[in-house]
């Protein structure tokens, strides 16, 4: 077990934030994906294989424990009350077993609230789907972790091979005993080490400035003080009070939809390279054309949208989160797809290289010297600087089964934290599996959205 990823029993700073802002249930961290499979997987099994995965990603058997008064970061706890049929169920859709059936589940699913008494995850079974079909619907909180350590967990539970066999159980995995075990006591010490172990990492003059600079905005473009220095990353993103460029998704609600659709890996990959980028540019070159096709369906062109764009920095030992955040103005007026995809190259590039990009333990570490009521408001100020958000996780580039059942498509659904939209991508066996959350009161016409983003990625492929 020693190469598996490390999960700290004190959340970092990324996580207590992502749980502290859902306080405001717009900014909800909740991830999503919806597999379809070939045909119902044996549940009994598909049970036992996740049992054992909650004793080697302990992440799973934890529940979080708030610290009084939020004088330090929470903890994850064990649940002694853990019940692996809470967090899998199984059930069967009605006739006929749409797509859109599924999908208006798993919209649902992903809306509703966690229990915070207990591990942040659920896994749903869904039969009854058209064609003898079934899905898997998860669900997870971000604090547990990012898109690309869900992949990573999956392996948990999936197999190569229709008919393989399940690996030996196991039982809790000893705890090293230079880490205190994860149980329900926080003790008035390990408070108290906490928080002076966070005022050190940032001196207590500092930490006043930038209380004071983040309190007001407005006042951080002419500070010249250490606490503007110190969080420069940071500054260019809360200084950022433009509103979000689109004159059609300007309302915000707790309405959901799901689109999905799927485009070729191989060829979407060689126009990339044809037209001098990345597989991410293609990406991103799609989903601004698609943006600019439904502005102008609705007769409402626009030149530029902003984008947010998640930028993986995990390494192999990475157990949880592992991402920064990236902003940028996307080119949607009309122009050749080419054209958009050379601006969006450079454009991306900055956003990466710049200050367009914040590491989130940076903005985290800023956040946690702050009241939550302060840093959800600068939170949603902040999401209405953004149009809509995007994320490319890779996949596995072969065919993968679970309990028996393959898997033929893999949906992503991002949290859309008080955007538009939030489009993700995941490649999977020679495919790139795309889904769309959708706010509904932002986009009115969410089907028209998912058009123009099939049509824009087969214009892509035509491109080069």
Known sequence: MADLPRFDRKMSDAEGLMWRLEKDPHLSSTFANVTILDRPPDF???????????????????????????????????????????????????????????????????????????????FVVVDGLRGGKSALIEKLHHAITDGEGGVQLSLQFLDFDRDAPDPPPIGPVEIDDAEPAATDAVSGPDVVRDLLAGSLRMPIGLLRQIRELLADPTGIPDAGNAAADTIRSVVSQLSDTEQARSPLWTTRSLQRRIEVLRAPFEATKAVAKRLGGTLNTAFLTAAAEAASRYHRELDHPVEQLRASMAVSTRTESSGANAFSLARMLVPTGEMSIGERFGLIQSASSAA????????????????????????????????????????????????????????????PVGPLAGVAFNLTLLSYDHSLDMGVNIDRAAVAQPELLRRCLEGAFADLLRAA
């Open 44 to 122: 009994d099994r598909l049970l036992r294989r996740l049992e054992r995965a909650t004793f080697v990603v302990e992440r799973l058997r934890h529940r979080v424990q708030p610290v009084p008064v939020n004088l330090s970061a929470p903890m994850w706890v064990d649940d002694p009350n853990f019940d692996i049929h809470y967090h899998v169920r199984h059930l069967a859709l009605p006739k006929p077993g749409s797509m859109r059936q599924l999908l208006d589940l798993a919209s649902l699913i992903a809306l509703d609230p966690f229990d915070r008494t207990r591990p942040l995850w659920q």
């Open 352 to 411: 990466r290289d710049g200050g367009g990009t914040a590491a989130l333990e940076t903005i985290a570490a800023v956040a946690a010297a702050l009241p939550t009521s302060l840093i959800t408001r600068l939170a949603r100020q902040q999401a209405q600087t953004v149009d809509f958000a995007t994320s490319n996780v890779r996949g596995a580039p072969f065919p993968l089964y679970m309990a028996g059942a393959k898997l033929l498509e893999n949906y």
